[in-house]
C-alpha cells in the first residue's frame, strides 16, 4: 500500500475481502475450471477470506456485435460456480448488473482519469491496431473493472498475468481520486497474479480456449465429452512403451480437475507403459470427467431451468453486496460533497 487507506471500512475483521470477476461466455471449459474456477471455489472455503465472485456481465457489452451474449450466459457461469461447490458462507456470488452502485462509482473514476490513460490501455490500443472501432464502452472497460474492485473496497483481486494492467490502472484511479478530494476515501486493491499455468487443448499445442476449439467442456452431454476427450492429440508410442506424462495431453488434462488418485494412477502406468496405451488413458480421463463433472450435470441443469431459484439463492448474496455498495457510495458522495442533506 503506497498511501494511507480510508478509516472507516466495510471489512469483517480477521478476514481479507477478495474480489474475482468473471465474464459470462459461452461453453465453460476445464481450462476455465482449472486457472479461474477451481481458484475461486477454493478461496471460498478459506476462513481468512471474503470473497466476492462477481459475474461482471456488463464487461461483456463492450462489442456491438455481441451485445446480446452476456445476458445469455450469466446464469451458466453463476450455475457452474454453485453446482462445484463454491461456499455462500461468508462470501457472495454476484451478477454485477444487479449493483447500481458501480457504474455511478464508474462516473466519479471516469471524472479523476486522464483520456490519455485510457488511451494507453492494451485492451483499447489492440483494438484501434486491429482496424476496428472501439466503443466508448470498451475505451471505459477499465474504469468500469476499477469501480467494481472500489465499490466493495476490495481488499485482493487475483487476476491472470493479462489483467495486471487492468489492476495497475485501479489503483491509479485509487490515488488519483484520494488526492483530488484530499483525503483516503477510497481502498487501494492489491493485485494477486495467479501463478497458474495455461492448460493444454486437445490439439496438444495451443492452450485450451473455445476461440479454438480445442476445448474440453464442462457440463456438455455424455456423448460430446467423450468424442472431445477421444480426440486428444497424442504421439505415436505403443501400448507397451514407456510414455513421458509431461508432454502428455491426456495427462495433462488430467491434472487440471483430477482426484490425487486418478492423476497418480495416470502418471504411474504412463511412465511403466505395459498394457497402458493412450486409449486407456483416455478412458481412464473420460471417467474421471464423468465422476467430477458429469455426477453435477444434473444440479447444474436445475439451476439454469430453474432462475427464480438461483435468484433466490443468490439473494442473500446481493443484498450483502448492495449493503457495503451503499457504505462506499455514500462515502464517496460525502467526500465530493454530494446530495442535499
Ligand atoms: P477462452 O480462451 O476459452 O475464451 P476466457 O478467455 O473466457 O477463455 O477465460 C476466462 C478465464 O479462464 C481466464 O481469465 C483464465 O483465468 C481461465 N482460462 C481460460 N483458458 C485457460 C487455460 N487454457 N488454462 C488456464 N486457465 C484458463
Ligand atoms: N477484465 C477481467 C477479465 O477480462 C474481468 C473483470 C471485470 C474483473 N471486472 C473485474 C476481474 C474485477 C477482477 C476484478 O478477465
Redesign the pocket.
Known sequence: MTQPQPIHTTHIPGRVRVLTG??P?ADL?V??Y???IRPAIEASHDPAKEVILMCVDWHGLTDRAKILEPGKFSASLLATYLTMGFSLENNMVILQSEIPEIPEMAWYLSCVSAVGLLERAHAYKDALGSGKEPTVGLFNYPILMASDIVTFDAQVVPV?KDQSQHLEYASDMVKLFNNAVGRPVLFEPKAEI?P??????IDGER?????YGN?VPLFAPKKEIEKKIKEIKTDSKGLDDPKDPESCAVFQIMKSFGSKEAIAYMEERLRQGTGYGYGHAKKDLIDEHERVFGSKRELYEHYLNSPRELAQVLAPSHQRARTIAATVRQRVRDALSLGIL
Open positions: 468473471a465474464k461466455t471449459h481450462g476455465n482449472f486457472g479461474a491472470g495467479q497458474t499455468p495455461l492448460l493444454i487443448g492452450k485450451m480456449s473455445k476461440s476445448h
